[in-house]
């Protein structure tokens, strides 16, 4: 070997001594906080588990690049707002929360961890996001379904009995989750060629905190 090729030789091989040294560094592991609003049980292992998978198909390999760190509310409102204080004081880099309930316990708790949320019918009725383009703060997530699916559901039923003139919408005053959605759906219908004019009447359900039976009152659309 010629003394100008080992010297390049030489060369070369020390310039890249800092990019494998780099390479070789130990990455800190990210911390997720999963709080789940289902039962420790056969489906909420399942949901566990589609996440697990979706993040190692994505490269991220648990114990090695991500540690989970997983709490099931089994439904309760009361055990979401202990697990969600529990979670956000041991600092996560993110939070991943399924349902509403679950998602208004952690907005409780933080507003700097980023959270997303999974199986959240409005985001926007409920306080949580700005609105779906531009989410701001530090929640972010996915809908369970688009909110026109709320006219197309009428539009259907227009279409199996034309001649129905009066529908009446049945929603929980107590769930913010529904605000959006019906505003949206009553919207569109006031203005439609299907109505023609301001039919629909909603039965609002009251939840009486003294008593487990539902209170029904009308309000006129």
Known sequence: MRRRDFIKLIGSSAAAW???AHAQR??????????????????GQARLAAFRKGMDD??????????????FTGGRADQAQIYAAELVKSSP???LANTAYVVIALKKQTDTIPIVFAQVV????????????????????????????????????????PYVTRVGVLRDLGVPGGVGQWAL??????????????????????????CPHLRASQMAG
């Not at 130990?26 to 489906?43: A, S, Y």
């Open 185 to 210: 759906s009553k919207r569109q219908h006031h203005h439609s060629e299907l109505i023609g004019r301001p039919w629909m009447r909603a039965m609002l359900l009251l939840l009486n905190a003294s």
């Open 26 to 43: 130990p990455v800190r592991m990210r911390c997720i906080g999963v709080l789940i609003g289902v039962k420790n049980d056969t489906e």
């Open 93 to 95: 880099d993110v939070i």
């Open 58 to 71: 994505l490269g991220w390999s648990e114990g090695r690049d991500i540690q989970l760190d997983v709490r």
């Open 122 to 161: 409005d985001p926007v009725g409920s306080g949580f996001v700005d609105s779906l383009a531009h989410p701001g703060g530090n929640i972010t997530g996915f809908v369970s379904l688009d909110f026109g699916m709320g006219a197309k559901w009428l539009e259907t039923l227009k279409q199996i009995a």
């Open 18 to 20: 800092p990019l494998a």
